[in-house]
């Protein structure tokens, strides 16, 4: 599979996750599990018994999964605490040797509480379990791009060529930075310290004004990584392959401030300041790692 195949998959993808309530998300996350777990066994409720709090297994190894997928995750947090503790002990009533236990939650890639994490790690201690955690979104994106190709659009539907879709803009990048666009960015989920690259800034011939517009961008990347955290590997990854490419092409014909700006360009989809200011907030990520502007010679 290509990375664009790849990338169009991903939309199909994400389209059948924010799509899937109730059963019908249970039923994705078991087709995903039957191609990864040979041994994984869904479990039906049947008759007046139920499912016995046991959405699917792997016996064998003593690993149960619970699975939960409300319309609106962020809202539903108090009954997803209280299902997770009832659900729990149901299963303990019902199943013995548990070893995992995973709570296969729907959060349409929104993350979850903390309350509701630090019960997981509750139920772990208390009951000496190996794991327990949860599954979200992105969990289950991962385990989907661990598949096999013709697996993968089993689950997926059919793949359009991206060659027949020059009009249609599916690029990561563009998503990343809609989601940005208009977000209160300085948001305080992470406490972010001052990077210290006064002599990058030097070495790649920046001026003052690119080196604050860095470094506010920097200050702005709790929305930025909150993002990449509630998405797949592939997300991230590709972000980063995406800005460096941009930067080595541009790097060839540009240097200094004008290379700033020319990748800001490039990076923002429109010549807007609200494009641009998320462009910058991308940019500074991948300024601090050294994937763009060179490291000063030591």
Same mark, same amino acid.
């Given at each position: ?5 790849? /990338? ?15 059963? #019908? ?9 039957? $191609? ?24 064998? #190894? ?9 319309? @609106? ?35 349409? $890639?929104?993350?979850?509480?903390? @309350? ?53 803009? $599916? ?9 940005? #666009? ?15 690259? @006064?002599? #990058? ?15 506010? !961008?920097?200050?702005?990347? !709790?929305?930025?990584?909150? *993002? ?6 592939? /997300? ?10 941009? *930067? ?26 609200? $494009? ?12 601090? /790692? ?9």
């Amino acid at each position: 599979m290509t990375r664009d195949e790849r /990338t169009i998959s991903r939309i199909l993808f994400q389209k059948k996750i924010h799509e899937a309530d109730g059963q #019908k998300f249970e039923d994705l996350f078991s087709a995903i599990m039957n $191609y990864k777990e040979p041994d994984f066994t869904q479990i039906k409720p049947w008759g007046n018994i139920g499912d016995r709090k046991n959405d699917g297994c792997i016996l064998g #190894k003593g690993i149960y999964f619970q699975v939960h997928a409300p319309e @609106d995750v962020k809202k539903s947090y108090h009954e997803i605490i209280k299902k997770i503790q009832t659900d729990f002990s149901g299963l303990q009533s019902h199943w013995g040797n548990i070893q995992e236990f995973y709570y296969v939650l729907n959060d349409k $890639y929104k993350g979850v509480n903390a @309350d509701a994490l630090q019960l997981l790690e509750t139920i772990k201690q208390s009951n000496s379990l190996k794991e327990c955690k949860f599954i979200r979104a992105n969990d289950l994106e991962n385990m989907l791009y661990s598949l096999d190709d013709d697996q993968i659009m089993a689950i997926t539907g059919h793949i359009p060529d991206p060659a027949n879709l020059a009009s249609l803009d $599916y690029g990561i990048l563009n998503e990343i930075l809609d989601h940005l #666009k208009g977000k209160p960015l300085n948001n305080g989920i992470e406490k972010i310290v001052a990077p210290d690259w @006064d002599e #990058k800034i030097n070495f790649n011939n920046l001026s003052i004004n690119e080196s604050v517009r860095l470094t506010n !961008g920097y200050f702005q990347l !709790g929305t930025l990584n909150e *993002y990449l955290k509630n998405n797949s590997d592939f /997300t991230a990854q590709e972000l980063q392959n995406k800005i460096s490419a941009m *930067y080595q092409e541009l790097a060839k014909s540009y240097s200094g401030s004008e290379l700033f700006w020319e990748l800001v360009s490039e990076v923002s989809p429109r010549s807007s300041a609200e $494009y641009q200011a998320s462009s910058i907030v991308i940019m500074s990520m991948y300024f601090e /790692t050294c994937d763009i502007f060179e490291e000063p010679v030591q």
